[in-house]
Each structure stands twice: as structure tokens, then as C-alpha cells.
């Protein structure tokens, strides 16, 4: 409780969540500008609004559904969506106060209990979508690239049981630094925490974790989703099988791209900018207390890029569903699945894997 506040010695802080950003430094008016509380308001809400109409769109669709593989590709997108909403939710709920309020860190969190919250929040929430998205590019690549190695699809329960993995691994990810490994720290412009990017092992090792770990998720959704379009393109234009499309599996390849695309423009740079900091200030001279205002201001633009991911994964699901491209393009129909698109098989076993 005998914290000095964020403008005090960085001697006195540097064991502290409020040592690797100084709130006195001359930056009142700047902070002003690029810290107003209806620019967050505003990306709360929208990005609020947007899972909840998606959520609502999932849950009609999957009541309508007799497709194993389309109900259990349902499940994963909304585990994302829920993923989404509640990580807006439970970060908007310290951040936007904050903004309006301006309250003192030091008095109302002495103890950084609310900060290594916000902290595992935003780790926590950070990284879901991104393996998420692994996940669904998986499970789609083996569904498209070996139909018939596994006699039913992923049921609901199976899909469930694997958001939850990727539910407890972040978590496990989230918690090291509560356990030990690095430290959640108040970041510019004192609204919100995230892991520190200062060099000392701890803090080095969990940021390269952190961000290796969301590239390694982004390269194999980009691997997997390749292979599978490639796959896809190749089936339809062999034989007679151009006349014949799958609908469905196109849809869904077309919002795991669109995901795709999302995560790695708005994540990429992020993850790129926290490795090069963290190996930059390894090797500079002499052991850096806190963080350079640049490097502050930078961090605060790149994780605002990567809040738009949570608004527009929603708007993936809600725009490139059948329903709503077959009024736009209304030649659109259902078509045979991808059974049909292989060279003919036994009439059993056809009958076998066409059942569902």
C-alpha cells in the first residue's frame, strides 16, 4: 500500500505493475488527444453489437442444420464469437471507466491485482482467436484433403471439447505471469496492461512466447487454408466434377480465409513489433528501466489495430453466408458435397459417407 505513483522513481517501481510507464513525462495534451474515451466507447459498442448479431445468427443456424461437418464448424465459429464478445466485454469494462473517471492506479489497485487481470485478459483474449483459427483451418484441411479417412465428422461434443482446449491452453498462457514467468504492467496511456516488453528474462521469455506462439497459429491457418483451397480447385475442375460444386464447403473455406486474412493484418504487425523490441533492447547498452515514449505510443497503435479483429470476425460469418451471397449472386444452389467430386466408389460405401 506504500506504492509511489506512476510518476514516481523508476528505482522505486521497477517490481511493481506501474514501473514501465511514467504518467508525468510532459504528454498530458498528447494523451488527451489520442486517449479520448469516446474513441473506445465507440470501438466497445460496435465491436459489442457485432457479436451479438453474429452469436444470434449462429444459433438460428445451427437449429436448421442436419450436416455434421457445417453444425460442428458452427461450433468453432461460436466459440470465436463468444471469444470475441467476452474478451470486448470483460477489457471494456476497466478501460472505458478509466477514460471518463481518470482514477489513480496506485489508489484504486495497489496491489496490481486489477492490472495482472487486465493483463491475462488481454493475453488471454489475444490469443484464443488466433489458435481458434488454427484449429478451424485444421479440421477443415483433414475434412477436405482425407473425406474419407474417418467414417463420421467431428461431432458437436468433440468440437466443443477442442474450443475448450484452446480455452484452457490460453489460459495456462495467460496465467505464467502471475506464476512468475514476466510481469503485466500499466502501459500508455495508463488505461490498460499488458506483458512488458523490458529486458530481463522473464519479461523476454513470455513476450517471444506470446508473440511466437500467434505467428506459429497464423502460418499454420495460412498453410492449412492454402492446401485446402488448392485441394477444393483442383477436384472441381477434374473430370465432369466442374458442373458440380459444393456450396457449403466453399462457404466455409471462404469465411476461414476471410478470418485468416483479418488475424494476420490486424495481429501481424503487433507480434513482428513486440519481437523486434524485446531482441532490440537486449542488445542496447546497459539495462533499460522503462519503456522509450515511441515505443509506448507504437504498442498502444498496434494493439488498437488488432480491437478490430474482435469487430470484424463477426461480419466474416454475418456477409459471406449463403443466404445472404445467393442475393447477390442468385445462381447460387446446393450441390453435391465433395463425395460426389472423386472418382466413383463402391454404391455402399458411397451411401456410407453421403449419409450425413
Same mark, same amino acid.
Given at each position: 500500500?506504500?506504492?509511489?505513483?506512476?510518476?514516481?522513481?523508476?528505482?522505486?517501481?521497477?517490481?511493481?505493475?506501474?514501473?514501465?510507464?511514467?504518467?508525468?513525462?510532459?504528454?498530458?495534451?498528447?494523451?488527451?488527444?489520442?486517449?479520448?474515451?469516446?474513441?473506445?466507447?465507440?470501438?466497445?459498442?460496435?465491436?459489442?453489437?457485432?457479436?451479438?448479431?453474429?452469436?444470434?445468427?449462429?444459433?438460428?443456424?445451427?437449429?436448421?442444420?442436419?450436416?455434421?461437418?457445417?453444425?460442428?464448424?458452427?461450433?468453432?465459429?461460436?466459440?470465436?464469437?463468444?471469444?470475441?464478445?467476452?474478451?470486448?466485454?470483460?477489457?471494456?469494462?476497466?478501460?472505458?471507466?478509466?477514460?471518463?473517471?481518470?482514477?489513480?492506479?496506485?489508489?484504486?489497485?495497489?496491489?496490481?491485482?486489477?492490472?495482472?487481470?487486465?493483463?491475462?485478459?488481454?493475453?488471454?483474449?489475444?490469443?484464443?482467436?488466433?489458435?481458434?483459427?488454427?484449429?478451424?483451418?485444421?479440421?477443415?484441411?483433414?475434412?477436405?484433403?482425407?473425406?474419407?479417412?474417418?467414417?463420421?465428422?467431428?461431432?458437436?461434443?468433440?468440437?466443443?471439447?477442442?474450443?475448450?482446449?484452446?480455452? =484452457?491452453?490460453? #489460459?495456462? @498462457?495467460? $496465467? &505464467? !505471469?502471475?506464476? /512468475?514467468?514476466?510481469?503485466?504492467? +500499466?502501459?500508455?496511456? =495508463?488505461?490498460? #496492461?499488458? @506483458?512488458? $516488453? &523490458? !529486458?530481463?528474462? /522473464?519479461?523476454?521469455?513470455?513476450? +517471444?512466447?506470446?508473440?511466437?506462439?500467434?505467428?506459429?497459429?497464423? $502460418? &499454420?491457418?495460412?498453410?492449412?487454408?492454402?492446401?485446402?483451397?488448392?485441394?477444393?480447385?483442383?477436384?472441381?475442375?477434374?473430370?465432369?466434377?466442374?458442373?458440380?460444386?459444393?456450396?457449403?464447403?466453399?462457404?466455409?473455406?471462404?469465411?476461414?480465409?476471410?478470418?485468416?486474412?483479418?488475424?494476420?493484418?490486424?495481429?501481424?504487425?503487433?507480434?513482428?513489433?513486440?519481437?523486434?523490441?524485446?531482441?532490440?533492447?537486449?542488445?542496447?547498452?546497459?539495462?533499460?528501466?522503462?519503456?522509450?515514449?515511441?515505443?509506448?505510443?507504437?504498442?498502444?497503435?498496434?494493439?488498437?489495430?488488432?480491437?478490430?479483429?474482435?469487430?470484424?470476425?463477426?461480419?466474416?460469418?454475418?456477409?459471406?453466408?449463403?443466404?445472404?451471397?445467393?442475393?447477390?449472386?442468385?445462381?447460387?444452389?446446393?450441390?453435391?458435397?465433395?463425395?460426389?467430386?472423386?472418382?466413383?466408389?463402391?454404391?455402399?460405401?458411397?451411401?456410407?459417407?453421403?449419409?450425413?
Amino acid at each position: 500500500g506504500d506504492m509511489e505513483p506512476p510518476n514516481g522513481s523508476t528505482a522505486d517501481q521497477s517490481d511493481t505493475c506501474f514501473g514501465a510507464f511514467n504518467a508525468s513525462d510532459g504528454r498530458s495534451n498528447a494523451q488527451n488527444r489520442i486517449a479520448s474515451p469516446w474513441f473506445s466507447t465507440a470501438f466497445g459498442l460496435i465491436g459489442l453489437c457485432s457479436n451479438l448479431i453474429a452469436l444470434c445468427v449462429l444459433i438460428s443456424s445451427s437449429r436448421k442444420l442436419s450436416s455434421r461437418t457445417r453444425s460442428s464448424f458452427l461450433v468453432f465459429l461460436c466459440g470465436l464469437v463468444v471469444t470475441d464478445f467476452m474478451g470486448l466485454l470483460v477489457t471494456a469494462s476497466v478501460i472505458i471507466p478509466y477514460h471518463f473517471i481518470k482514477f489513480a492506479w496506485t489508489e484504486v489497485d495497489p496491489g496490481c491485482h486489477l492490472c495482472n487481470f487486465l493483463g491475462f485478459s488481454m493475453v488471454f483474449f489475444g490469443q484464443c482467436p488466433l489458435l481458434l483459427g488454427a484449429t478451424m483451418a485444421g479440421e477443415r484441411f483433414f475434412g477436405i484433403n482425407h473425406p474419407f479417412s474417418r467414417s463420421t465428422s467431428i461431432s458437436k461434443r468433440r468440437a466443443w471439447s477442442m474450443v475448450g482446449l484452446v480455452w =484452457g491452453f490460453s #489460459c495456462v @498462457l495467460g $496465467l &505464467l !505471469p502471475v506464476l /512468475g514467468l514476466g510481469q503485466y504492467t +500499466l502501459q500508455y496511456p =495508463g488505461s490498460w #496492461c499488458f @506483458l512488458t $516488453l &523490458l !529486458p530481463n528474462t /522473464g519479461n523476454v521469455v513470455f513476450c +517471444l512466447l506470446f508473440a511466437l506462439m500467434g505467428i506459429f497459429s497464423v $502460418l &499454420l491457418s495460412f498453410i492449412f487454408n492454402t492446401v485446402s483451397v488448392v485441394t477444393l480447385c483442383r477436384v472441381y475442375h477434374d473430370r465432369e466434377s466442374v458442373q458440380r460444386r459444393r456450396d457449403s464447403e466453399v462457404e466455409m473455406m471462404v469465411q476461414l480465409v476471410g478470418i485468416m486474412i483479418i488475424a494476420t493484418i490486424c495481429w501481424m504487425p503487433l507480434l513482428i513489433f513486440i519481437i523486434q523490441t524485446v531482441l532490440q533492447q537486449l542488445q542496447a547498452d546497459g539495462q533499460i528501466q522503462m519503456l522509450p515514449t515511441k515505443t509506448q505510443e507504437m504498442l498502444l497503435i498496434y494493439i488498437r489495430m488488432v480491437t478490430w479483429n474482435q469487430i470484424l470476425d463477426p461480419w466474416v460469418y454475418i456477409l459471406f453466408r449463403r443466404a445472404v451471397l445467393q442475393r447477390v449472386y442468385p445462381s447460387l444452389r446446393p450441390r453435391p458435397s465433395i463425395i460426389s467430386l472423386y472418382p466413383v466408389l463402391n454404391p455402399s460405401l458411397r451411401r456410407k459417407f453421403t449419409a450425413n
